[in-house]
């Protein structure tokens, strides 16, 4: 493919982010949109020059001149939606949390290997250029052995049971939302854990508010994470090792920089800022691998994707919380 047309389906305040950075992805444009409101898929096509605007998630999936979807509507709605654009064959870019269960999960995972089609998660962390840096630095051994990761993100967000961070119908709670973040970037640096375990409050509507959660490993490694919509915390990060520390600044899923701490040494200053907002990457790395024709991208692989659902899913199920798909989605 020279260029690759995208879709984008829910037209939310994380979509208008995303658009945003199209401008600066080479070989794709943004093609068309959809909402199940006609009235906010054309206001979001005429902001970010869609050439088409469509008022249902059924008419975007059959567009013949969409190659790819990314997905922004609430997570229980992924499921269905990507059940159905790979039948239809779309390429897609699942918002973190990839499903609202691991059933979910495992399922579009498994539709996707079926039928070859491309799917990843956007997690956009992973491709921001000084997290990027980081694994680059662990990879080559400046840290020696990494033997814990730290990470904490929590936001101060009033109560209100009609917002959807707090409604359990449509996948709210810390978890998948801010949560997601910290697992992801632990596993990333330190695998999958032996264990967990996990400690935490509900919100009235029976969503989880915030967490703490211990991630073991049957090697003594650890990783310490917290979240929370109840209090802010600083959103910093650290990947401890042996020989050195990585300290991830504020706020750790989208950083323009990170020091490395050598052993005995002095702190080292690693500048590398994302283009536009920081989206970007995770859509070049879609693009560029539809354009090169490889079926899963290597720093955002589907079995990581796995991986830190079931730990997302049992940590919320460890606090009383069972997360269900939307059946009612019409796709």
Not at 166 to 171: I, N, P, Y
Not at 269 to 275: G, K, V
Request: charged share 25%.
């Amino acid at each position: 493919m020279d260029e690759i047309r995208w879709g984008f389906v829910g037209p939310g305040r994380i979509a208008r982010l995303v658009a945003a950075d199209m401008q600066h992805v080479p070989h794709a444009r943004l093609s068309a949109v959809a909402s199940r409101s006609p009235q906010r898929a054309q206001e979001f096509a005429r902001e970010f020059g869609a050439e088409r605007a469509h008022g249902s998630y059924r008419a975007i999936v059959e567009d013949p001149d969409v190659d790819a979807l990314y997905i922004a509507t609430p997570h229980p709605q992924h499921h269905a939606i990507a059940l159905a654009a790979i039948e239809a064959g779309k390429a897609l870019l699942v918002e973190k949390a990839f499903t609202a269960t691991v059933a979910g999960a495992e399922e579009v995972v498994a539709a996707a290997r079926a039928r070859g089609v491309f799917v990843m998660e956007a997690m956009w962390t992973r491709f921001q250029p000084a997290v990027v840096r980081a694994r680059e630095l662990v990879e080559q051994g400046a840290l020696g052995q990494v033997r814990l990761v730290q990470a904490d993100l929590g936001v101060d967000k009033a109560f209100d049971p009609a917002d959807r961070l707090f409604a359990a119908e449509l996948g709210g709670g810390a978890m998948l939302d801010l949560g997601v973040y910290v697992v992801s970037f632990a596993q990333h640096f330190l695998g999958v854990p032996d264990r967990l375990e996990v400690v935490g409050s509900l919100a009235p509507t029976g969503v989880d508010l915030e967490a703490a959660l211990l991630l073991g490993y049957d090697d003594g490694r650890a990783a310490t994470l917290l979240t929370s919509l109840r209090q802010p915390s600083p959103g910093s990060a650290r990947v401890i090792g042996t020989e050195g520390v990585i300290e991830v600044p504020p706020r750790f899923h989208h950083p323009h920089a990170v020091t490395l701490v050598r052993r005995g040494g002095e702190p080292e200053l690693i500048e590398a800022p994302p283009l536009g907002g920081g989206y970007s990457h995770e859509l070049i790395e879609v693009t560029e691998c539809l354009r090169a024709g490889r079926p899963e991208s290597s720093v955002m692989p589907l079995e990581d994707t796995l991986a830190v659902q079931r730990l997302l899913n049992e940590a919320c199920e460890k606090l009383g919380v069972h997360h269900r798909e939307d059946a009612t989605v019409e796709v």
